[in-house]
């Protein structure tokens, strides 16, 4: 991935936020990686989405509801970053 495609990975990170603390996404710890296949010209955007749910049952509920909606906002950013580019979520960590 070059220079470019990195900034415009980093400002999605940062533009997509979290909508109970607000802070963006980026400095919540669960975007492990992201790669870029130009062989298929896809983008894989690796999450850590079950680290992050807390053990109690209505908790985790909230907070996979939560999550989802961050999922949708950062394939949303990543299609408008990246046109004509595959946005692939690729959940990570053990459910």
Aim: contains cysteine; proline residues 5%.
């Amino acid at each position: 991935m070059n220079a470019e495609w990195t900034k415009r990975v980093d400002a999605v990170l940062d533009r997509v936020r979290d909508p109970e603390s607000g802070l963006p996404v980026s400095q919540l710890g669960i975007v492990k990686k992201v790669r870029l296949s130009e062989q298929s010209n896809t983008l894989y955007v690796f999450l850590d989405i079950y680290g992050h749910l807390p053990r109690c049952v209505t908790c985790a509920a909230i907070a996979e509801t939560v999550l989802a909606g961050i999922v949708r906002d950062l394939e949303a950013a990543f299609g408008e970053a990246f046109p004509g580019v595959t946005v692939e979520i690729v959940p990570a960590g053990v459910k």
